[in-house]
């Protein structure tokens, strides 16, 4: 069926409202190689159905449980749009999400985002989704869908808004937190920076110092302070996977909003909690000067951000785990143990913010 041209009167029309269908359909041909580079075993079909097929079987899985997350970004997303850069807030997305799964011991299988905004943007909406491409093919997890709302009157001019969700599947008897016992181990996977979370009060800390977002980061040198608060979310899948594989996994937990006293004691069986050592691993300088510029107490920088450890690993073979992330290259710290009764959490030695 072929559709008549737009009428040339003054009549009303979607355009004249605020919604350009063509920058909509500009978008997904823009982005289409980006998700297709992300396929992988079980993926059926690509962009522009009505909805995404997956299987299973075809991705291996014998009796498996799905796993579904959803996320977002947060008031990061103001720092991007402040700045104009907005490449690294789609792995953000990602991240937030699939991170999540793997604490289940789900493999991140497939993936779709949601952008609103009050009037399409077209190549700021691309650099989004390339990045959101960017971390699904790191994960190996596919791009298979998502959803662009051009909602005019909804969001003031230049202003989006993000959601992930992610599915992901474990095989049943394979599904984590699983055994965790007094004296196992807790070993921390260094975060890349803030991450995504707590981001209302890294701005107002901003507001406080006066620095623009294209000033030298004081704490990052060579980086402007919107390159270096924008640093994505790093992505545990492949390494915590490899680790749950090998058998050498109890449990995780993704430090996210809530930092370790709030997200720990979510994996812990009851009777059990987690004894900390705040001493044990290194604060990147960003926390540093958050909590100098921001003068904010130790307990609320543990309360609201990660200080460094974006996952805690539970392990009873420590010394396995960080030999196996030592041949991936990276490097894991001992935090603390899984002990028997007294509280879910207790801290000793607290971080020193003012190194």
């Known amino acids: 069926m072929t559709l008549p041209d737009s009428p040339s009167t003054n009549g009303a029309s ?5 919604v350009d269908i063509e920058a909509g359909d500009a978008l997904v041909e823009a982005i289409k190689p980006a998700a297709k580079a ?10 522009g159905g009505f909805g995404a097929l997956f299987d299973l079987k075809a991705a291996g899985f014998t009796d498996p449980v799905l796993v579904s997350c959803t996320d977002g970004v947060g008031t990061k997303l103001m720092v991007a749009i402040e700045s104009g850069q907005h490449d690294t807030v789609g792995i953000d997305l990602v991240a937030m999400c699939v991170n999540d799964l793997v604490v289940q011991g789900a493999q991140p299988l497939f993936f779709l985002d949601y952008l609103a905004t009050g009037k ?3 190549e700021d909406a691309a650099r989004v989704v390339r990045g959101i ?4 093919k790191e994960t190996d997890c596919a791009l298979v869908g998502g959803e662009t709302a051009e909602m005019p009157g909804m969001y003031a001019p230049g202003h989006y808004d993000l ?3 992610s599915v992901g ?3 049943r008897t394979a599904l984590l937190p699983s055994g965790i016992a007094a004296g196992d181990t807790l070993i921390a996977l260094p975060s890349s920076g803030v991450h995504s979370n707590g981001y209302s009060l890294v701005r107002e800390i901003v507001r406080r110092s006066g620095l623009a977002w294209d000033a030298p980061a004081p704490f990052a040198p060579g980086e402007t302070l919107a390159q270096a608060l924008l640093k994505p979310t790093a992505l545990y899948v492949r390494s915590v996977m490899a680790l749950h594989r090998a058998g050498l996994l109890h449990g995780c937990a993704h430090i996210t909003g809530g930092g370790l006293p709030g997200n720990l004691p979510r994996v812990l069986p009851e009777g059990l909690g987690v004894r900390i050592d705040g001493s044990s691993w290194p604060v990147p300088p960003v926390f540093n000067w958050l909590a100098t510029t921001g003068a904010v107490d130790p307990t609320e920088m543990l309360r609201v ?8 690993l539970v392990t009873p073979r420590p010394d396995d785990v960080l030999a196996a992330l030592a041949a991936r290259g990276e490097t894991g710290y001992v935090i603390g143990h899984v002990v ?3 509280q879910t959490y207790e801290l000793s030695n607290t971080p020193d913010f003012a190194a």
């Open 38 to 47: 992300t396929d992988r075993p079980g993926t059926m079909g690509g962009l």
């Open 169 to 171: 599947a474990a095989e």
């Open 133 to 136: 491409a960017q971390a699904c």
């Open 305 to 312: 951000f990660n200080c460094g450890v974006g996952m805690v």
């Open 14 to 18: 979607y355009r004249a409202a605020g």
């Open 163 to 165: 959601a992930g969700f």
């Open 120 to 122: 399409l943007a077209v």
């Open 340 to 342: 028997s009764g007294g």
